[in-house]
């Protein structure tokens, strides 16, 4: 039987996707979409998704669990790193001084970074210690829901 990784890794992504949306997060596709979501007024999170195994495994979750909580940005939403290249690159550009990180959070407020969250204080953390993380910035930065 011959595996065809291209259905595979359409599925994976898929899966990826799916998972980012039901927790609550607005897919950013285009560079418009980025410039849009990133420019409003007041705070954003932006998840940097991919298909590695601590995206899966970590920041997923804890983009998903982070959000339960008294205090939270205005908006979430999600580019996803090696899919949506141009609007990753775009959301990459509001990132100054960081270098490029998938998996990653970035906190931002009136298109202005405020935190971030990299994939080495992602990958080989549990999620918890990431949903906590992401909560202080949230105590920090964020209005009461």
Same mark, same amino acid.
């Given at each position: 039987?011959?595996?065809?990784? #291209?259905?595979?890794?359409?599925?994976?992504?898929?899966?990826?996707?799916?998972? =980012?949306?039901?927790?609550?997060? *607005?897919?950013? /596709?285009? &560079? &418009?979409?980025?410039?849009?979501?990133? /420019? *409003?007024?007041? /705070? %954003?999170?932006?998840?940097? #998704?991919?298909?590695?195994?601590?995206?899966?495994?970590?920041?997923?979750?804890?983009?998903?669990?982070?959000?339960?909580?008294?205090?939270? +940005?205005?908006? @979430?939403? %999600?580019?996803?790193?090696?899919?949506?290249?141009?609007?990753?690159?775009?959301?990459?550009?509001?990132?100054?001084?960081?270098? +490029?990180?998938?998996? *990653?959070?970035?906190? @931002?407020?009136?298109?202005? =970074?405020?935190?971030?969250? &990299?994939?080495? !204080? =992602?990958?080989?953390?549990?999620?918890?210690?990431?949903?906590?993380?992401?909560?202080?910035?949230?105590? &920090?930065?964020? !209005? !009461?829901?």
């Amino acid at each position: 039987m011959d595996i065809d990784f #291209n259905l595979l890794m359409n599925d994976v992504v898929r899966q990826a996707r799916q998972e =980012i949306e039901m927790a609550g997060y *607005s897919q950013l /596709t285009t &560079e &418009e979409d980025v410039d849009q979501a990133l /420019t *409003s007024k007041g /705070t %954003t999170l932006v998840m940097v #998704n991919s298909v590695c195994g601590c995206a899966g495994g970590i920041a997923r979750p804890a983009a998903a669990h982070s959000i339960h909580y008294d205090k939270r +940005p205005d908006r @979430l939403v %999600t580019v996803f790193a090696g899919q949506d290249k141009e609007a990753t690159a775009k959301a990459r550009s509001y990132f100054t001084g960081y270098p +490029p990180s998938s998996p *990653s959070f970035a906190l @931002l407020k009136d298109g202005q =970074i405020l935190k971030m969250v &990299e994939r080495h !204080e =992602i990958e080989g953390h549990d999620p918890m210690s990431v949903v906590s993380k992401l909560q202080s910035y949230f105590d &920090e930065y964020c !209005e !009461e829901v």
